[in-house]
């Protein structure tokens, strides 16, 4: 199921083969295998691999790969943990893919300002293991183990948004290169500043299209007095969206708040072994005080009552809370499981939280029509869910069906004025609701933007903008 197809590029010049072999030595590749991998993310798309791999393990090994392809007018994607969706690595106009899952170090923990120093593939439970014994935790959690430097460039977020915000958020100032090797810093620690254009959020989220992020400082967090987690069952995703809605007007202050329905539970019981009834389900998460959790349990238990919900059930120890949240972040692959050999087209719509019940149940309302299964689940706490389409990349019929539910899904989340993507980015696949959801001025305005850091249209080429469209 290739929704993008490789354009036509010429071959990696042998002078750049062999500027980067003297330089890497055993660190470049143009293994097949290797590209292959490095041409590849976990979405329903099909390998593109790059040309070359080339393996950076500092600063200085990105500015030469870098300042080497731009004197060579040749492709770069950034790779680290392979986790993203919606194409982002996949190498649509050949180039050189640009391995930084080695830059893995811990460079500074500052517990008195709250933050920490580290380079681009560190990966989120890696630091929050460093940070055992501080007090403090990085929150931003996607799901997957995902570098921080891929989070960071994707605007990732995941279950704790609700409370602690995205990586827009959480990203304090960056070190990074681009497109020809000049370095720059941008940001800081200070927790604000007005000094001149706020470059360090124009990274986050731009999906390597603009610089490589060599190095980001994070914002840390401090760990709660208290936890506590619970699940409850719905009659329908209805009733469970009210009470999301209700819980936040009434300024609970949830960590984390997730959706599953009937069918997405059906798969968590199959896969994760879990034995919750088979009904539209809601897991909260509440930290705080030891009174102030208790009191928010109180309300949240209310409104739950007033919605029907049933068999609440709080997990307040340790590893009753680690049980559930796995559960959910195997909530992907357990849906995979439900048809073996399908790939999910996976969509990550965002709208107010007072339009998401009326969504979802457009939503599911098309799937059934079409006659697709597709589990749904998400963050609803911020207006955030996914219908992951399961369908036989076999049969051209049910693909075309299952692109259609999609493409109506980004479309009615942005009548809404919500947002064809909440989390994945755009890649290569969403591509034709930028216009739609921003308007022309502010897609011509992002592509000059883009032309003017990166004009050869060198870096993460044909991500984000239709080919061609960045060179206005």
């Known amino acids: 199921m290739n929704i993008a197809v490789a354009c036509e590029h010429p071959p990696l010049p042998d002078a750049l083969r062999d500027e980067l072999s003297q330089l890497l030595g055993d660190r470049f590749s143009t293994s097949a295998s290797v ?51 919606e194409g982002w690595l996949q190498a649509s106009h050949g180039g050189v893919s640009i391995d930084v899952s080695g830059m893995d170090k811990i460079l500074e923990i500052r517990v008195d300002d709250m933050d920490a120093t580290v380079q681009p593939g560190v990966t989120r439970k890696q630091l929050n293991a460093a940070l055992h014994g501080t007090g403090l935790f990085f929150p931003i959690d996607p799901g997957a183990d995902a570098s921080l430097g891929g989070m960071a460039a994707t605007r990732a977020s995941g279950t704790n948004a609700v409370r602690y915000g995205t990586m827009r958020e959480n990203v304090l100032g960056m070190t990074a290169v681009l497109a020809d090797g000049r370095v720059i810093n941008t940001g800081g620690r200070a927790r604000k500043s007005s000094a001149g254009y706020d470059l360090t959020h124009l990274l986050v989220g731009s999906g390597g299209t603009l610089a490589t992020i060599a190095e980001l400082t994070v914002k840390l967090h401090p760990i709660p007095e208290a936890i506590s987690a619970a699940v409850c069952r719905f009659p329908s995703v209805d009733h469970a969206v009210r009470t999301v809605i209700q819980t936040i007007q009434l300024g609970v202050p949830i960590a984390r708040i997730e959706l599953i329905d009937a069918l997405t539970v059906r798969a968590l019981n199959a896969y994760s072994k879990t034995q919750l009834p088979e ?166 305005t992002m592509a000059a933007i883009k032309a003017a850091l990166d004009p050869k249209q060198l870096m993460n080429p044909g991500k984000i903008f239709p080919r061609g469209r960045a060179q206005r």
């Open 35 to 85: 590209r292959e991998h490095h041409g590849t993310d976990i979405s329903a798309l099909d390998p593109l691999p790059p040309d070359a791999v080339a393996f950076a393990n500092s600063l200085e090994d990105i500015v030469a790969i870098s300042s080497a392809c731009h004197r060579h007018d040749v492709p770069m994607i950034v790779y680290a943990s392979g986790t993203s969706l």
């Open 279 to 444: 009904a539209p389900s809601l897991f909260f998460e509440l930290h705080g005080s030891e009174a102030g959790v208790k009191e928010q349990v109180e309300t949240v238990r209310m409104v739950a009552d007033e919605h029907e919900g049933q068999d609440f059930e709080w997990a307040v120890h340790p590893e009753d809370r680690s049980r559930l949240w796995q559960a959910r972040h195997e909530a992907y692959f357990a849906a995979l499981a439900l048809r073996p050999g399908c790939r999910s087209l996976t969509t990550d719509a965002v709208v107010p939280i007072s339009r998401l019940a009326e969504c979802i149940e457009a939503t599911a309302a098309d799937l059934a029509e079409n006659g697709l299964l597709a589990p749904i689940f998400g963050h609803v706490g911020d207006g955030n869910f996914h219908a992951l389409i399961l369908v036989d990349p076999n049969d051209p019929g049910e693909v075309e069906r299952a692109e259609a539910v999609a493409h109506s899904l980004a479309e009615r989340a942005i009548s809404m004025d919500g947002s064809c993507t909440g989390e994945h980015g755009v890649g290569l696949t969403k591509q034709h609701f930028m216009a739609l959801e921003h308007g022309a001025n502010a897609v011509d």
